[in-house]
């Protein structure tokens, strides 16, 4: 089965289709202005405070505040909103193969725990609402209710959601299933005071664990087999209220950082559509276009450029994917090994400055974000350039034919079409190191940098391809800030069940050895880069890892940008890797196919990843040489 079922609708040919009807049309409009209001307000509220602060020498108060409500109407009415778009992350490496009958009634029983975890999370939630409505806010006197209303809402639109999807596709397996879940949860309850005591000492977290595992392999959303993670923890160690859950989630999106990530989304996305992207891809072919395999090397210098335009790793292989696609088509290119190039460029992107992981990273550990930019450019090139090697060998193997090279002429066309988008990178870092606006700033001001050069230079976006835009970039950031928020639940879990101390006192074992630290520990976040889908594998392993790496002597900043990659090859290889099965949908590739393709490559990311992982010197030399050591 195709890549393409990865992010698509969950129908099957089994499924009754039903015409939406005026409710559903109606709430997914008021969600839509939603959004849009909280996104373009936002928009609006950092450009001026970044404006008057420049010129006027003076600064709004209020923005913080305002911030913190949009970052979570983003967080949980986005999240929610991805859900009913069906574009939350999934692990369809497993229910891909099961036969259709099977196939279907995992996606139904997901469907069905995912109404039962929302109704937990918004009921829990209703304590926090009713205590918020009688604290304020310094500045503008908002009741703190108002951040967390976005939640309880949210629970309320998933129920509504995923019970409307089970009715329109899937009535009759959903007659089936949903009472055999009802009476499970119904007798369990009923017994609790019976079996709890067998879930003493540590098989609650094991259970819990194991669960997250084999919900996440069935079908059920990253997002919420972490929230189903969190709950059946706390259900079964009985060591703290369920109102915890809730907790954590709204804790989990609190930081202001994190609202640099819907705006680089966006920006990601004006990229793509704006024709930004393509002038960039277009550039990058006439320069090295005309070396053996050249449009697998043109795919690996466009990544380079374009993620360190846009942060968002989907927006970036959608971005280059869809440009490379049809070239790599016209010239016969293998589509397979172009699924492979593109998911290993990816994984490189996640260390180029502004990647949402990196954001991510400097959000939960007290690493400087600045820092963290300039420490990720060299990695990345070391990686990219492992890989162009990698490719001219097996073209030079395979004595893969030249393409001819463009002309001179063509070379300064394309390089002058190429020089505004080029300037976003540039713009980025003078803002940074300057001092003049922070990343979210940055982010921001990026985005409106971004539609200036798609509406009235390239003249390739209109209102509706804008409000498109918008929309979709509110969602795709939702779905990722959710995922961050249900992983501050699971992380707390852990941390409560001793687990980070554990993995420390194991680490520690290791008598300070420096190469035996880096090698477990690039295993152990490959892994969980995979498993996790990276966000929730960076918010749960780097607050316990980086302690651990400085402890024994190594250099946090450096521990940090051997994480990014690691989790970022985790997330892009089969067969669970997310982000592997975006590329597989984007260039139409089997997943057999690109699988077998992704070896190679897949040995040579690591190869990568080891020289930056015992060469301190790639990461460290520019933090160092603009005074930013972390």
């Not at 990530?261 to 996305?269: C, K």
């Not at 070396?291 to 971005?319: E, F, H, N, P």
């Not at 980025?428 to 990026?446: D, H, K, Y």
């Amino acid at each position: 089965m195709s890549g393409e079922t990865v992010y698509a609708s969950d129908t099957s040919p089994h499924q009754t289709m039903v015409p939406r009807t005026f409710p559903h049309r109606a709430i997914n409009f008021a969600v839509e202005v939603t959004l849009v209001v909280a996104l373009l307000g936002e928009l609006g509220a950092v450009v001026s405070d970044v404006f008057v602060r420049t010129f006027l020498h003076t600064s709004f108060l209020w923005a913080d505040e305002i911030s913190k409500l949009a970052l979570s109407v983003l967080t949980f009415i986005g999240g929610a909103y991805a859900y009913q778009r069906r574009e939350h992350a999934f692990v369809r490496a497993l229910i891909n193969n099961l036969s259709p009958r099977a196939m279907n009634a995992c996606l139904v029983t997901s469907d069905v725990f995912v109404i039962v975890i929302a109704a937990v999370a918004g009921v829990a939630s209703l304590p926090f609402v009713q205590i918020g409505w009688s604290q304020v806010t310094p500045v503008l006197n908002m009741p703190l209710a108002w951040t967390v209303i976005p939640l309880t809402a949210s629970m309320i639109l998933v129920i509504g959601y995923a019970a409307e999807h089970l009715w329109r596709t899937n009535r009759l397996t959903s007659l089936v299933i949903l009472p055999i879940v009802v009476v499970f949860f119904a007798i369990t309850a009923a017994f609790r005071d019976s079996w709890l005591p067998l879930f003493s000492g540590d098989t609650a977290i094991i259970v819990s664990v194991i669960l997250f595992l084999i919900a996440v392999l069935l079908g059920l959303p990253v997002g919420f087999g972490l929230l189903l993670s969190t709950a059946s923890y706390l259900w079964l160690s009985d060591s703290a209220p369920m109102v915890a859950l809730p907790q954590n989630m709204l804790s989990g999106t609190s930081n202001f950082v994190l609202l640099a990530l819907p705006f680089f989304v966006l920006a990601g996305l004006i990229m793509e559509r704006g024709g930004i992207s393509f002038r960039l891809v277009h550039f990058v072919h006439a320069l090295v276009g005309h070396l053996r395999s050249g449009l697998l090397q043109v795919m690996v210098l466009s990544m380079y450029l374009v993620s360190g335009l846009s942060g968002s790793k989907s927006a970036d292989v959608a971005a280059v994917g869809t440009v490379m696609r049809g070239m790599l088509k016209r010239e016969h290119y293998s589509a397979s090994e172009g699924t492979a190039v593109l998911s290993a460029s990816a994984a490189m992107g996640e260390c180029i400055p502004p990647s949402i992981a990196m954001l991510v990273l400097g959000s939960i550990t007290k690493l400087s974000m600045i820092a963290l930019f300039l420490a990720g450019l060299i990695p990345a090139a070391v990686v990219a350039v492992c890989l162009a090697v990698l490719i001219y060998v097996r073209a030079v193997l395979a004595k893969t034919p030249r393409s001819s090279r463009a002309t001179l002429p063509a070379i300064l066309s394309a390089g002058l079409h190429a020089i505004l988008p080029l300037l976003m990178p540039v713009l980025l870092f003078v803002g940074i190191l300057s001092g003049i606006a922070t990343p979210t700033e940055i982010s921001a001001l990026a985005v409106v940098y971004g539609l200036g050069l798609s509406i009235f230079v390239y003249r390739e976006m209109g209102i509706q391809q804008i409000a498109a835009a918008i929309i979709d970039g509110a969602a795709l950031a939702g779905m990722v800030l959710f995922i961050l928020a249900a992983a501050q639940g699971f992380s707390w879990a852990l941390t409560e069940a001793y687990v980070p101390q554990r993995l420390v006192h194991l680490l520690n074992q290791v008598n300070n050895s420096v190469v035996i630290f880096m090698l477990a520990s690039i295993i152990l976040l490959i892994v969980a880069g995979s498993l996790l889908e990276g966000f929730p594998a960076l918010n749960v392993l780097a607050p316990l890892l980086l302690p651990v790496a400085a402890q024994i002597g190594v250099s946090e900043l450096h521990y940090g940008i051997v994480l990014l990659i690691a989790v970022g090859i985790g997330a892009f290889i089969p067969p669970a890797g997310v982000g592997f099965y975006i590329c597989c949908a984007i260039m139409h590739t089997r997943i057999e196919e690109a699988s077998l393709a992704m070896v190679p490559y897949l040995i040579c990311l690591v190869v990568g990843l080891l020289i930056v992982a015992f060469i301190p010197w790639f990461t460290l030399v520019l933090p160092y040489a603009f005074g930013q050591s972390g």
